[in-house]
């Protein structure tokens, strides 16, 4: 059975982005790009929200092509090309897009039929409303955080009101230079 892994940055205090979606506190560098590239090159299937979706699809299919494209920018645009991108999405459900799986009404059944599909762990890339509704219906088994040294105060909750009580079993620590601490999580069964 693949695992879902629920993949973000995180302030300190517990937000994925502040109250109108800000994301200019996330610190990225090169030490964090190559050290989740090894991890999403064993991955071959990503999961995002339409919001998510749609930034990522403005970005990094041409990303490589770009004259100043970093390492980054190139290895990511390869990866992202190549894996299969499952959309949770109620506006895009008509429409058809290349390596993509649309999911609405049934999402709950139909992702629980693609955990069952052979291939590697499926990461939620960001998507705070699908994390939410992925956490609510039980299907987030990991959680592989990014903790920002920085106090938001306010924004939108990783976890919010109403997800219940699950045990975590710490999997993996890991420091960077810049701050910030990777934490790799198993969601443990009741």
């Known amino acids: 059975m693949r695992n879902i ?6 302030s300190l205090d517990g937000f ?13 560098d090169d030490e964090i790009f190559d050290h989740v ?20 699809q403005s970005y990094w ?18 990866w992202y090309s190549k ?4 959309v949770l999405s109620n506006r895009l459900k008509d429409k058809q897009f290349e390596n993509t799986t649309i ?3 049934n999402f709950i059944a139909d992702l629980k039929a693609i955990k069952e599909t052979e291939g590697s762990e499926i990461l939620v890339f960001g998507s705070p409303s699908t994390t939410h509704a992925l956490i609510h ?22 976890f919010s009101n109403g997800s219940s009580q699950k045990l975590l079993q710490r999997i993996s620590t890991h420091e960077f230079k810049n701050g910030v601490t990777e934490l790799n999580y198993e969601v443990r069964p009741s």
């Not at 892994?5 to 995180?10: A, D, N, P, Q, T």
């Not at 994925?16 to 990225?28: A, F, H, T």
């Not at 590239?37 to 990522?56: P, Q």
Request: glycine fraction near 8%; hydrophobic fraction near 40%.
């Open 137 to 158: 219906a039980g299907m987030i088994d990991g959680y592989w955080l990014f903790i920002n040294p920085i106090l938001l105060g306010s924004g939108i909750p990783l």
């Open 37 to 56: 590239e090894k991890r999403i090159m064993k991955t071959d299937t990503a999961l995002y929200g339409r919001v998510t979706y749609e930034m990522m």
């Open 83 to 86: 894996a299969h991108k499952i």
């Open 5 to 10: 892994i629920s993949f973000m940055h995180i």
């Open 61 to 78: 299919p041409t990303a490589a092509e770009q004259p100043n494209a970093s390492n980054h920018d190139k290895n990511h645009s390869k």
């Open 16 to 28: 994925v982005c502040g109250p109108n979606g800000e994301m200019n506190w996330i610190k990225v």
């Open 103 to 105: 999911l609405s009404e």
